[in-house]
């Protein structure tokens, strides 16, 4: 009942969903309060009131939003109660009083500062928001003075309003005490504060404390550029929850060597990036990225098929490939949009296949085989489990944005395949990696993933009351303490490097200045999230059924004996390690065409949404010698992601030079041509009859 409740009220917890009830309910007390009247209710329903209004904006809860859009926001809520303050005033006989008026009149000039405050805040967030976010780029051409300390800025709408707590802990003194210049106290410290809020802001505004106008830091921006002459560009767009698809080619983009450059075009990919030496550029405005100087880029990849890739298509000088975000048997894997590139990017064999089959308009010779570079850290399978109970990974993909019941298994066999692992005869331990997308689009598939979270906790908690895990546990608890202790100082050491510690204090402008190219400073970051990796692991048991969401999803695999997953680019990154994997057949599909239409399961077991089939897996797990599908599964691994030499690496940096080296011909071809116009191919001066 608790939970239906909370997902009609679009709250995210039962104490947020409390929290709206007594918000709810303490407006009308109020207003029955004055009414009466009653000082004392009318203080605790006040109290109640703000209590539970600070509670919900500190949880960024969405019903606040939904209060702005139905005439109740914020400003709203403070007005009414600050009325009702008045109504209790006249109620208790005291409009003819002086202190009567002197409420009024602070209320009416405390609105009338709010005006300005609201303004000045507004222009200093506006002077700050620089056309660009930058990472690892020298901007130290452009004026970009230190952030105004948080206090100033941050939620400060909210903290201007609050000021009027004082005017109503000076009344509703004075009203209980009968001792007005308790009042008359309330009243001035507000307008005091306010007016002190007003003269903190102010100095902040003069022309030496903002940054450069936006055509300055532009114009330094294409300096940079100048100088820097970048020569490959990695282009993306998307939401923040999209930053895994740009994430996973960084450190490829570090390897390929030259003078690389992320380009992106939303600010709240910036914060979601990963730690990375390549210069990063934040566009969001499309006049702008147009006018920027990219006339060094030969090459741009594209992980993602979206709108704002037109943006940068249209530039002749560069060539353009897809690369993707993964390789899979998925619709988007053969998109017809992917046409519009250069060239498009596939693991293997397979990719080129699969757009042969799917006949959408890209051309056999358009496609290049590179190979996956990311799979390096996976360690291929040495045969058998590594321990004595195996680890089955279940990483089912999302619900995507269709309503197709392949998309995922959540929904329709998610449980089964947990409570089968889970009450396996041989046991087994199980590691649950949900994809980041998972319930956004579907609340079916939302609900799935948390009573799989349950079932989980639940099966974890049985297993550490069993008498040999009781032992295991005791036997290396030391060790297990040692891994989080470790875990804890690698943490802080990396929120020191990344500047978080400070990081409430900066805006996107001080971060885009600050954040510059340290290699010393990567090389320390890259050793301690190798470290707080393998502490990661060191820190829970090794038989502990567990939810994973913070390792990288290759180290699951290395830790994992098999997987459960579906059709997606996860199945063929898998196929790498050599172990034996099953997918998921939502859609019904049935072995025979499941395997014809996708081809990464033609070396894995199918499950129907019964999962009866995860025995076949378990068993080929554990006495690798009877595994039917190993020799499939090695034949399948070159098909889909190709050879093992040369290095997927090497492959990917030879694609980019050949393709440099044809926009640098092409541009030539170019440059003749304008300087020779009427030798143009198709233009003759035969007179037309």
């Known amino acids: ?60 809860s969405y019903l606040i939003n939904r209060l702005s859009k139905v005439r109740a926001g914020l400003s709203i809520r403070f007005l009414v109660r600050e009325l009702l303050l008045v109504l209790l005033l006249a109620r208790v006989g005291r409009a003819e009083d002086t202190v009567f008026y002197a409420t009024v009149a602070c209320l009416l000039a405390f609105y009338g500062l709010q005006a300005p405050q609201g303004a000045m805040v507004t222009l200093l967030r506006l002077r700050r928001r620089l056309p660009v976010v930058t990472r690892n780029v020298d901007l130290s051409g452009i004026r970009i003075p230190d952030a105004p300390p948080p206090v100033l800025i941050h939620r400060s709408g909210q903290k201007m309003l609050h000021l009027d707590v004082f005017v109503f802990a000076g009344v509703l003194a004075a009203l209980l005490t009968e001792e007005d210049a308790y009042a008359y106290a309330g009243l001035g410290l507000t307008l005091a504060l306010a007016t002190a809020y007003l003269a903190a802001l102010m100095p902040r505004l003069r022309a030496s404390r903002l940054p450069d106008p936006p055509q300055k830091v532009l114009e330094g921006v294409d300096a940079w550029l100048r100088r820097y002459r970048p020569t490959v560009m990695l282009y993306f767009s998307g939401s923040k929850d999209s930053a895994y698809q740009v994430n996973m080619w960084l450190d490829t983009l570090e390897q390929l060597g030259g003078r690389p450059l992320i380009v992106l075009r939303e600010r709240n990919l910036v914060p979601q990036l990963a730690r990375t030496s390549v210069p990063v550029l934040c566009v969001p405005g499309g006049v702008h990225l147009m006018n920027l100087d990219l006339t060094s880029v030969r090459v741009a990849l594209y992980a993602a098929n979206v709108g704002k890739n037109i943006h940068m298509l249209r530039v002749p000088t560069m060539k353009h490939v897809f690369i993707g975000h993964g390789d899979s048997d998925k619709l988007a894997s053969v998109n017809p949009f992917s046409k519009v590139y250069d060239e498009v990017w596939t693991a293997g064999r397979a990719g080129r296949d699969r757009y042969a089959l799917a006949d959408v308009g890209v051309r056999a010779e358009d496609i290049v085989e590179v190979g996956r570079p990311q799979l390096a850290p996976i360690r291929p399978w040495r045969g058998g489990p590594r321990r004595s109970v195996p680890t089955v990974l279940y990483a089912p993909t999302w619900e995507g944005w269709d309503d197709n019941p392949g998309n995922t298994s959540l929904m329709l066999a998610g449980e089964a395949i947990v409570r089968r692992l889970l009450d396996s005869p041989s046991p087994v331990r199980v590691l649950y990696r949900p994809h980041p997308f998972t319930g956004t689009r579907d609340p079916r598939a939302a609900a799935a993933h948390r009573r799989i979270l349950a079932m989980i906790e639940r099966a974890a908690a049985e297993r550490a009351r069993e008498p040999r895990w009781i032992r295991e546990a005791a036997g290396s608890a030391a060790e297990r303490e040692a891994a989080r202790a470790e875990l804890r100082g690698v943490e802080a050491r990396l929120a020191e490097l990344a500047g978080s510690i400070r990081a409430g204090g900066r805006d996107e402008a001080e971060e885009s200045r600050d954040a510059v190219a340290d290699p010393p400073c990567a090389a320390e970051t890259a050793r301690l999230e190798h470290q707080w990796n393998d502490a990661y692991w060191r820190s829970f048991g090794w038989w502990e059924h567990r939810v994973v969401t913070e390792p990288r999803l290759y180290d699951c695999f290395n830790r994992s004996d098999a997987m459960v997953s579906d059709i997606s680019s996860v199945v063929s990154d898998f ?104 030798q143009a191919p198709g233009l003759d001066d035969t007179p037309v009859a």
């Open 1 to 60: 009942m608790i939970s239906k409740a909370i997902r009609l009220a679009r709250v995210g917890s039962g104490p947020e969903l409390a929290a709206a009830i007594l918000l709810t309910l303490a407006f009308p007390s109020v207003m029955l309060a004055a009414i009466i009247p009653s000082v004392w209710l009318f203080a605790f329903a006040v109290a109640i009131s703000y209590a539970a209004d600070w509670f919900l904006h500190h949880r960024s």
């Open 575 to 678: 196929i790498a390690t050599g172990k034996p994997y099953a997918v998921t057949d939502s859609a019904g599909l049935g072995p025979a065409e499941f395997a014809r239409q996708n081809t990464a399961v033609r070396a894995g077991v199918v499950l129907s949404n019964s999962a009866v089939e995860l025995d076949q897996l378990l068993g080929a797990v554990t006495d690798p010698a009877s595994d039917p599908l190993a020799e499939a599964r090695r034949e399948l691994k070159q098909y889909l992601l190709g050879p093992d030499e040369p290095p997927a690496i090497e492959r990917f940096r030879s694609a980019v030079t050949a393709l440099a080296g044809a926009a640098e011909a092409r541009n030539a071809r170019a440059l003749q041509r304008a300087a020779a116009p009427e």
